[in-house]
């Protein structure tokens, strides 16, 4: 456990230090180039670099016990955490895509490619190389936070890479009969990248809502969880059981309800004895998991 938190903070700090540099670069260069493009990608990144700091927070308070005030600990902080992550990149997404439908009605916006093209690749690279770090940690460290950074970071690549193509393309058509259509490229630009990528902070909106409200983890996990409690209890014919499971954040919760009418599960030390062989065989598969078994004779406290 202490490894899997070394790994989410090595994360949380590249992502915070990468955050805070690419937004210094891009609002920069917004200011030299006069693109709403890149002033979208500095805004993104600047954003970023606020929620990195909140989610270093938050990353170290989910690992905490609960309390007299919060007494099922501070889980439910790491999805709510996300969802206003996704719902403020989608916030920025619909905001430019408003600008630059405006700017294509006002005859554009005249940039300087040239400068544009230098900045679009190095942010281009550092965004995907960030992106693949800080996605390599959070599949080590089975943080959501992470997980949620990294495709941030590719949302930010995907534009900067965006940029560079289409203003290189400004670049080779100076000159050309084509060129006077120059201006309109910023805010076409804008809009196909709202339009690509407006689905990813949608996505984890989604996901991260689902995890507050108490719907249950994908398909696979759960195919996976009731793979586990069958291998347990398959040799015991009177033993039914009923198994509920949430995802929230980082944390795998599964409460399972054992109906023993003919106490096939012995006493207490053997109840034990299959709560961790469950516990074993669930750990394998996720990294933060919370096991809760219930042994009972009669179907009515099944709920």
Known sequence: M?????????ALRLNTFGTLGMALLGLGFALITKSEAILLDG???????????LTQKVSRLVMRPGNEHYPFGYIVFEPMLNLSKGLLIGSICIFA???????????GRPISAGIAISYACVA??????LAWRVRQLAQRSGSSLAAVDAQNWLIDGFISFAVAVAFLVIQLTQNTPISRFAPYADPVLVILLVVCTISIPLKISRDAWRQIVGYRPNS???TSIHTSIAQIFELMDSVTWQVKSLEIGRLVY????????NESCGSLRQQDLLR?????AL???FTYIQLDMIFTQQHKWIN
């Open 220 to 222: 696979e996990k759960v």
């Open 124 to 129: 281009a690279a550092g965004c995907f190389g």
């Open 276 to 280: 961790e062989q469950l516990y074993s």
């Open 43 to 53: 805004f993104f990144s600047l954003i970023g670099f606020a929620i990195a700091l």
């Open 2 to 10: 202490l490894r899997t938190t070394e790994l989410e903070t090595r």
């Open 97 to 107: 895509l408003i600008s630059a439908i405006s700017a294509l009605f006002t005859g």
């Open 283 to 285: 750990s394998e598969q």
């Open 254 to 261: 599964v409460q399972v309800y054992i109906v023993d009418e």
